[in-house]
């Protein structure tokens, strides 16, 4: 191994109120551009229905949850489907990188640039004070957005293709995050959220 290129290291971010790291390439044994062909396959994804002002309306991505802790959604418990091997294979190697324990995943999977996720905290209360969410991506790099909700800071990630972006600390009291739309191509990308829910 190389160790001048590559790092197997989550690099902090510097950030006020908050912690972010990131590791350019989450080690695993098989390549980036099989994992986001088996993703998308094997997964059996959803398109739930967010309510805006009384009305109702696809989420521009599709999603599904896996995992061992049953999770609350827009006030509703639902039970996640078992991990995948290919889920329990990326958990291990994201727990292995972080240090950290995962009991759940959230997955979306944006089809193309018209895809997107609203500016939002991952602050349920299930998920405790100073939540740990290991965010890997597979596919089409696309911007991860943050913004502090006092001060309206911003700052841009690009979340690259194989990438883990570890959200720590305060991050989520302090901070929203989301994925914009964008005008130009871009090609399909699945992005894994790991959480761990009390
Ligand atoms: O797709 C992303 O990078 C963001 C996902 C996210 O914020 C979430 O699942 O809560
Ligand atoms: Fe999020």
Redesign the pocket.
Known sequence: MDLFTSSTILAPIPVADGELSFLEQLPLALPNDEVLARLIAETAWRSDTITVWGKQYPQP?L?AWHGEAAYAYSGIKFEPLPFTPLQQVLRAAVEAASGRRFNSV???Y?RDGRDS?GM?S?NEPELGPEPA?A?V?FGAA?T?VLQHKATKQRLRIA?TDGSL?LMAGRLQNNWL???HKISRFAGP?V???FRYIG
């Open positions: 991505r999603t959230l997955l979306n944006y996720m939002h991952d969410i965010s991506s696309r991860f979340l972006l995050h989301g994925i990308r992005n894994l959220t």
